[in-house]
Every structure is written in C-alpha cells, then in structure tokens.
C-alpha cells in the first residue's frame, strides 16, 4: 500500500473554516492524501453552521470532530495549510514537513446579525475555501499525473 502524503489543516478553533477545507479537500483529492484539520485551542465542537453550510454542497461533515494539533506531531506531515492568522503564528513545524501554505478566510463564526445573514457568511467563507481547495487538489492531481 502507498502512504498518500498527510496534509494537516489548521485553524484556532478546528469548528469551521479548517473542518469545511479538510473535507472540501478530502473530496477533491482523497485519493492522493490523506487530509486532517486540527487547531491550535480546539472548540471541542464543529459549527452547527458549518455542518449546514457544508451539507448543502453534498458534504456530511457532521461525525467531525475538533482535534488539537498535537495530536499530530509523532506524523510526518507532508504538507500544513493554516487558514487563520492566530494558528500560523501558532503553527509548529512538524517531522518531514516539506510545504507550508497561508490561507487566510474570514472567520464566519464572529459573523452577527440574522440567523440568515449569519448563515450567509458560513455560505461565503465555504464558497471561499472551496475555490482555493479545490484549486490547491487540481495542482497536486496534475502533478502527480504522468502528463504533467
């Protein structure tokens, strides 16, 4: 069996934005790496929000669970994609790490007013993510194809 290269996703909170990218990611890529998130202080829970949000794209993140990031430091990991300001400056560098990406999404968890509007900004910050993630998975996949 072929190890994929482990790709962690990091966030403060590991309960929105870097749960919505590992999965977005995991499906795009899934095949070639295997993917995580975890923060830096988990919340202990993903985000009702983000849960809604996520399943209204047909991806079931609700068995998701927060993890801290050191859950992760006996790993080799491949790749560390940070998605909030406070866990890059928080971020370790882990055994075998080789990349280190910087992506940066507005936190829809600090969005206020309505419920709607609320939910709108989880709808933007995933349609967000899911441009860059998807993108980041066409790359890696056109790496690894023998064409490319």
């Not at 482990?6 to 990218?21: D, E, H, I, W, Y």
């Amino acid at each position: 069996m072929v190890l994929r290269p482990l790709v962690l996703v990091l966030c403060t909170g590991n309960s929105c934005r870097s749960q919505m990218a590992e999965a977005i990611l995991q499906k795009a890529a899934g095949d070639l790496l295997e993917v995580h998130s975890a923060g830096s202080k988990p919340a202990g829970y993903v985000h009702p929000m983000a849960i809604k949000a996520m399943a209204e794209i047909g991806i079931d993140i609700s068995s998701h669970r927060s993890k801290h990031l050191n859950q992760f430091l006996g790993r080799k990991v491949e790749t560390v994609t940070t998605v909030c300001a406070r866990a890059d400056a928080a971020c370790p560098v882990f055994p075998g790490q080789v990349n280190r990406h910087h992506w940066p999404f507005e936190d829809p968890a600090t969005a206020t007013g309505t419920e709607t509007e609320r939910m709108e900004a989880f709808r933007r910050v995933r349609d967000d993510i899911r441009r860059v993630f998807e993108a980041y998975a066409a790359g890696r996949r056109d790496q690894t194809s023998p064409h490319g």
